[in-house]
């Protein structure tokens, strides 16, 4: 199974400031047909997880451009430009090269 | 706009087994590949398993020998059922579409969610 290590597990930032979380994989994410299967999903709380980058660097419907993914191979950084009160939650990187699909631990963001 | 709702028992007795259904409304589950994830209190996230359109189903080896993900096209509902559980299996358990063709790969949407309590 490929696994996922995020880093930091807790993230306190200060509302404006940027921040940025890391995530690496147990392997190389890049498949033979050039896409690299790396998301990233916030859970905010009590809520459940919602996606918010795909393929590395492409952000889903409707996510502020505060957020950015980058990286390739097995290193990938998830980074918020401007942290805003409504970003709290946990972060997620997951794997979707292949079964199992897996997450990582887990980045916990909380407003200073 | 595609939704998701799990329903399920909320509480199930050791070595029992668990059912969930998760209804689909603004899109066919012809069209994608739909999964089961779960989350136990305080924890992070687990992929159990996935069905696509084709009834082609995908398993967490973790969790194969005891779950099992089947579709009813005719009510556009998909379902889970979790053998000989246990106190581990306490847990949210989430449904959600997930792209898979080439070039895609993540979980869009999710549903809100179902908490399952394994207790005698």
């Known amino acids: 199974d490929i696994v996922m290590t995020q880093s930091p597990l807790s993230l306190p930032v200060t509302p404006g400031e940027p921040a940025s979380i890391s995530c690496r994989s147990s392997?190389?994410?890049?498949?033979?047909?050039?896409?690299?299967?790396l998301d990233w999903y916030l859970q905010k709380p009590g809520q459940s997880p919602q996606l918010l980058i795909y393929?590395?660097?492409k952000r889903a419907s409707g996510v502020p451009d505060r957020f950015s993914g980058s990286g390739s191979g097995t290193d990938f950084t998830l980074k918020i430009s401007r942290v805003e009160a409504e970003d709290v939650g946990i972060y997620y990187c997951m794997q979707a090269l292949e079964t199992p699909l897996t997450f990582g631990g887990g980045t916990k963001v909380e407003i200073k | 706009q595609v939704q998701l709702q799990e329903s399920g028992p909320g509480l199930v007795k050791p070595s029992e087994t668990l059912s969930l259904t998760c209804a689909v409304s603004g899109a066919s589950l012809n069209g994608y590949y739909w999964s089961w994830i779960r989350q136990p209190p305080g924890k992070g996230l687990e992929w159990i398993a996935l069905i696509n359109y084709s009834g082609n189903t995908f398993y967490n080896s973790s969790l194969r020998s005891r779950v099992t993900i089947a579709r009813d096209t005719s009510k556009n509902q998909f379902s889970l059922k979790v053998m000989s559980l246990t106190a581990a299996d306490t847990a949210v358990y989430y449904c959600?579409?997930?792209?898979?063709?080439?070039?895609?790969?993540?979980?869009?949407?999710w549903g809100q969610g179902a908490l399952v309590t394994v207790s005698s």
């Open positions: 959600a579409r997930y792209f898979a063709d080439s070039g895609t790969g993540w979980f869009d949407p």
């Open positions: 393929l590395v660097s």
């Open positions: 392997q190389s994410l890049l498949e033979s047909s050039g896409y690299t299967y």
